[in-house]
């Protein structure tokens, strides 16, 4: 039991023996009373730890009238003897100016030796914040996260929330947000209300994290709750983007019901054999919309149905879709099949569509001539059969695809107007 405990059991006993009842909160000021009158001897034989208690009496007004000049010549009688609390509370009278005059610098000096000794619970947390502030002190971000890291590993709250303000803001080190919302989440779930309050900031703006209305009020309303004004206008704003939210999603949903009404609508006229109708669902499921899921089968199928009968947008469409792969593999062989027909009924897109559909096929073809070209040349092992096997794969593939193409109406049909601008994709 160290000399504390000892004490601080005597004089609980001491109040059981005189007031003749077990300590309450009403017994308070007669247990702080009988705890300096124990310690009060010892301290004047020069117990550091009862001079410390000593001094935390006269500091606080615990049993005897509070003076401050008094708790620090007893810290001082301590804090000489090395005990790091004494030197952490003589540091805390000089921040303040209470019982002495303020002196950022003796300040410094006494939290350091503090420090030194491992008291993690005020000193290092007072040294980083003059670094940080330049108090007593150059100002010194490097030494002030240096000094909160040694709390903040110990799992110091305040420590933790201004590491994470350090990265927040960038002050000192490289900003990073992620490492900001590290460590105010360690500080927060320790209960600290300025990290609350700044996570609640960061969900809300979607820093270092998906953007989160529901997790920012939570921290908000935790800090609120710590008599951290400064949340409210952020509550505020939340419920107002919530109402706003609602209402968009009452909208969208009643947009998307429509949507849903009308297609069905179509669908059945569809489903009736109306060719328009066919044409006007596949391309409501080519696209997609709010009622209706993207679904390239089924927009070819109906497209298809309508191509059996001789609808040109049908022709368009089907044709459209296997130059661009969607849902089928890749083929401008097969699109011109389809542009072929509506071109025979005088379709000027169709026709410019058949032009730039041989010119991909002319470019691939010379493509594949030039490869057949390079192996012919380099299993020859002559630059001269090189040059031939070239020759023939541009003679057979580029120069008869390119006349192929132009012949077919790429030239004329440059000039025809564009059906829609999905064909222009």
């Given at each position: 039991m160290t000399k504390i405990c000892q004490i601080f059991t005597i004089a609980i006993v001491a109040?059981?023996?005189v007031f003749g009842f077990s300590p309450t909160a009403r017994a308070d000021e007669a247990i702080e009373k009988a705890t300096f009158d124990a310690c009060l001897?010892?301290?004047?034989?020069?117990?550091?730890?009862?001079?410390?208690i000593v001094g935390l009496s006269y500091e606080k007004g615990n049993g005897v009238p509070k003076d401050y000049s008094q708790a620090a010549a007893w810290y001082r009688k301590a804090a000489d003897q090395g005990n790091p609390y004494s030197q952490k509370n003589l540091g805390d009278l000089y921040y303040s100016g209470n019982?002495?005059?303020?002196?950022?610098?003796?300040?410094?000096?006494?939290?350091?030796?503090?420090?030194?000794?491992?008291?993690?619970?005020?000193?290092?947390?007072?040294?980083?914040?003059?670094?940080f502030d330049g108090k007593g002190v150059a100002r010194d971000y490097g030494l002030a996260i240096i000094w909160y890291r040694k709390v903040g590993d110990h799992s110091n709250a305040y420590a933790q929330y201004r590491i994470g303000r350090m990265y927040?803001?960038?002050?000192?080190?490289p900003q990073d947000?992620?490492?900001?919302?590290?460590?105010?989440?360690?500080?927060?779930?320790?209960?600290?209300?300025?990290?609350?309050y700044y996570l609640g900031f960061m969900y809300l703006n979607g820093q270092g994290v998906v953007k989160d209305l529901i997790t920012a009020e939570k921290y908000f309303k935790s800090a609120q709750a710590k008599n951290i004004s400064e949340a409210v206008p952020y509550l505020k704003q939340i419920a107002e983007e919530k109402k706003q939210r609602i209402a968009e999603e009452k909208m969208a949903e009643k947009q998307r019901l429509e949507a849903l009404k009308a297609f069905n609508a179509i669908r059945v006229k569809a489903d009736k054999g109306d060719a328009k109708a066919m044409v006007a669902v596949g391309s409501i499921y080519l696209t997609g919309n709010p009622a209706v899921t993207q679904d390239f089968t089924n927009a070819m199928s109906y497209f298809k149905q309508a191509v059996a009968k001789g609808n040109i947008d049908a022709?368009?469409?089907?044709?459209?879709?296997?130059?661009?792969?969607?849902?089928v593999p890749a083929s401008c062989e097969v699109a011109n099949q389809y542009y072929q027909k509506a071109a025979n009924k005088d379709d000027n897109w169709a026709i410019e569509a058949i032009g730039k559909c041989n010119k991909i096929i002319a470019n691939n073809a010379y493509q594949k001539g030039y490869e057949a070209g390079k192996k012919v040349g380099y299993e020859a092992g002559t630059e001269s059969g090189f040059n031939r096997g070239v020759a023939v794969g541009y003679n057979n593939g580029y120069g008869s695809g390119k006349a192929a193409g132009y012949n077919s109406g790429y030239g004329n049909g440059q000039s025809a107007a564009n059906w829609t601008n999905f064909w222009n994709q």
């Open positions: 109040v059981v023996m001897p010892k301290a004047e034989a020069g117990d550091a730890e009862c001079q410390n019982g002495v005059e303020q002196d950022y610098a003796q300040a410094i000096i006494w939290y350091r030796k503090a420090a030194e000794q491992g008291y993690i619970y005020g000193a290092q947390n007072k040294l980083g914040d003059m670094y927040n803001l960038g002050t000192g080190v947000y992620d490492e900001a919302i590290t460590w105010y989440r360690k500080a927060a779930e320790q209960g600290n209300g300025a990290a609350e022709y368009r469409f089907t044709g459209r879709m296997y130059e661009k792969g969607l849902g």
